[in-house]
């Protein structure tokens, strides 16, 4: 069973950037594909990021990339979501989830574990 817990959420204002982070424990950590997942008010769960087990693979959809980065560091059980340019459409739950996968993975289904989110907030 895999605990994950996200930090680093905020207000702030557009423009502005933040480093979202999400400890894991109670597993091997190195062994799961990681993501990142936002839920916005009345919206649907939508797909971040992701990054493989050894890091050296990354996905995030081509309308985010350029502003989000997704990295790990396996020795500290930690997966990162860098958000630069922050824009008030970014406002939403972000969410830190695990998969089994050995590589980058965007559909939801494939995540056994979960955080419980934090809050992301911009203000323009």
């Known amino acids: 069973q895999v605990q994950l817990v996200e930090s680093g959420g905020g207000s702030v204002q557009a423009g502005g950037s933040l480093r979202l982070s999400c400890a894991a424990s109670?597993?091997?950590?190195?062994?799961?594909?990681m993501g990142w997942f936002r839920q916005a008010p009345g919206k649907e769960r939508e797909f971040v990021a992701s990054?493989?087990?050894?890091?050296?693979?990354?996905a995030i959809p081509n309308s985010l990339n350029g502003r989000f980065t997704i990295s790990r560091n396996n020795a500290q059980n930690t997966v990162y979501l860098q958000i630069n340019s922050l824009k008030p459409e970014d406002t939403a739950v972000y969410y830190c989830?695990?998969?089994?996968?050995?590589?980058?993975?965007?559909?939801?289904?494939?995540?056994?574990?979960w955080g419980q989110g934090t809050q992301v907030t911009v203000s323009s």
């Open positions: 990054i493989g087990w050894s890091g050296t693979q990354t």
């Open positions: 989830a695990a998969s089994g996968s050995r590589i980058p993975i965007a559909t939801m289904t494939t995540y056994d574990y």
């Open positions: 109670g597993g091997t950590f190195s062994r799961y594909t």
